[in-house]
């Protein structure tokens, strides 16, 4: 597999749970080369790989990649001109639970701590200076990454579906197939090819910024 080092360190996990320290390599299991962010999973055919890899990694239990059932086209130019078009920052109006303000997380007051003039420390609540005390914001700046599309109408993280492309790109592949959509709490399944599948949960109850109509091949 080309850029196999670079293709597999994009699903791995880089952030500090130690809980999911265990992510953050790929991992060998039953035939496979499995890289995971808890997000998002990628597995692959140990005969397509050139590197060897460690058994013993990996999360105790791992999900199960849905039995394929759907051929929709997943065209990679086709997602990054979606990706694309939403802005780096962009600043929208949010409601529901997304209009929860996050610096008080929706409780209207927040926690000071300060210190007197003997040196002793004190805490005191304090309305929320972001929203007013009012626990909701009507806008919020969102970054890129943190956006969602509709893919035939279930929302995906905006960042993740990113994740895909640039793997797409990092194996030569221009278009791959969503052979499962998500439902019933069960994650979108997509070949990137033959022996290469990606799971992905949606965002429930995020409102998508962009959508994609995907056709049956
Ligand atoms: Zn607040």
Request: hydrophobic residues 35%; aromatic residues 10%; contains cysteine.
């Amino acid at each position: 597999m080309q850029n196999e080092k670079l293709f597999f360190s994009r699903f791995v996990y880089n952030g500090e749970f130690i809980n999911r320290a265990c992510l953050k390599e790929p991992f060998e299991r039953n035939g496979f080369i499995y890289a995971s962010d808890a997000r998002i999973m990628v597995r692959v055919e140990k005969c397509l790989c050139e590197d060897s890899y460690n058994h013993q990694g990996g999360p105790e239990k791992l999900p199960s990649f849905p039995a394929p059932e759907s051929n929709y086209k997943l065209d990679l130019k086709e997602l990054i001109e979606v990706l694309k078009s939403i802005p780096q920052y962009e600043t929208v109006a949010v409601s529901g639970k997304e209009a929860e303000c996050d610096e008080c997380e929706g409780r209207g007051e927040v926690e000071w701590t300060y210190e007197d003039s003997n040196g002793e420390e004190h805490f005191d609540y304090f309305d929320c200076p972001i929203c007013d005390g009012k626990g909701k914001v009507k806008t919020k700046e969102y970054e890129r990454e943190e956006r969602a599309i509709a893919i035939n109408g279930t929302s995906f993280n905006a960042g993740l579906l990113q994740t895909i492309a640039e793997a797409m790109n990092d194996i030569g592949l221009s278009y791959s197939v969503i052979a499962y959509q998500a439902k019933d709490s069960r994650p979108m399944l997509i070949q990137l090819k033959k022996g290469i599948d990606v799971i992905i949960m949606p965002c429930i109850g995020v409102e998508p910024c962009r959508e994609l109509h995907l056709k049956q091949e």
